[in-house]
């Protein structure tokens, strides 16, 4: 069935660092990706997504590639912040059989940011 | 706007008990679910709606019961409280389709005893 697998944390950063969180998934059918990010006793808010191939989500300094030859959607970021600590999930939609699928989500990757 | 918000915020329940989970929106969204969020598990979806009147089961329905009769609310009923049922529990809302962004309520924390 369809399912994502994204990177088990935590992971601890300095700030400015370098962040990479890796997303991989399997799909019956057209998918489209998605990350939301999870601050500290809040709901989740969308982050950036990406619908076809070869597209590129970007937002507040985050990007993520969806690569349809290597299934993957990994999260980056050049320099991180100390307010970029949260938790981060991706998620999948597939577009199978005239219908577009529910939310798939992994099960988070937790980021802490030191200053 | 106020967005999506839930009541209440925090709840401790007997086993088998009933309760009703709140969730009201008021931007106009035609789709609504309910998921839970449990430790090392992410988010699974247990009811949703893609109007008023049509609601349908996601991947963890048992023991939860849901109605839409308007485009505002979306609750979600315990008919009989499990401890398998504490969790933290997240409303969403967008407009058709799980492809538009998903507005995401603050949640309610359930315990179950």
């Known amino acids: 069935g369809d399912s994502v697998t994204q990177m088990e944390g935590p992971v601890t950063l300095s700030e400015e660092a370098f962040l990479t969180i890796n997303c991989t998934y399997t799909?019956?059918?057209?998918?489209?990706l998605f990350w939301y990010v999870q601050y500290p006793g809040e709901g989740l808010q969308l982050l950036l997504k990406?619908?076809?191939?070869?597209d590129k989500g970007s937002n507040k300094g985050f990007e993520a590639t969806y690569r349809k030859e290597t299934t993957s959607f990994h999260l980056e970021k050049g320099s991180v912040q100390v307010s970029d600590s949260a938790v981060y999930f991706c998620?999948?939609?597939?577009?199978?059989?005239?219908?577009?699928?529910?939310?798939?989500f992994g099960k988070g990757t937790k980021l802490s940011v030191k200053p | 706007n106020a967005g999506v918000t839930q009541t209440p915020k925090f709840q401790v329940l007997k086993t088998g008990q009933s309760m009703t989970l709140q969730c009201a929106q008021d931007?106009?969204?035609?789709?609504m679910s309910w998921y839970r969020q449990d430790p090392g598990m992410g988010l699974r979806l247990i009811h949703y709606?893609?109007?008023?009147?049509?609601?349908d089961q996601g991947e963890v329905p048992n023991g939860y019961n849901v109605s839409r009769s308007t485009t505002e609310d979306f609750p979600l009923r315990l008919l009989s409280a499990a401890p398998s049922q504490t969790s933290v529990y997240f409303c969403?809302?967008?407009?058709?389709?799980?492809?538009?962004?998903?507005?995401f309520g603050p949640g309610t924390r359930l315990t179950v005893l």
């Open positions: 931007m106009n969204h035609e789709y």
């Open positions: 709606s893609v109007g008023a009147g049509i609601t």
């Open positions: 969403a809302s967008s407009y058709t389709g799980v492809t538009n962004t998903q507005y």
């Open positions: 799909a019956t059918g057209y998918p489209s």
């Open positions: 990406a619908t076809k191939a070869d």
């Open positions: 998620a999948l939609s597939v577009y199978y059989g005239g219908s577009q699928g529910n939310l798939i």
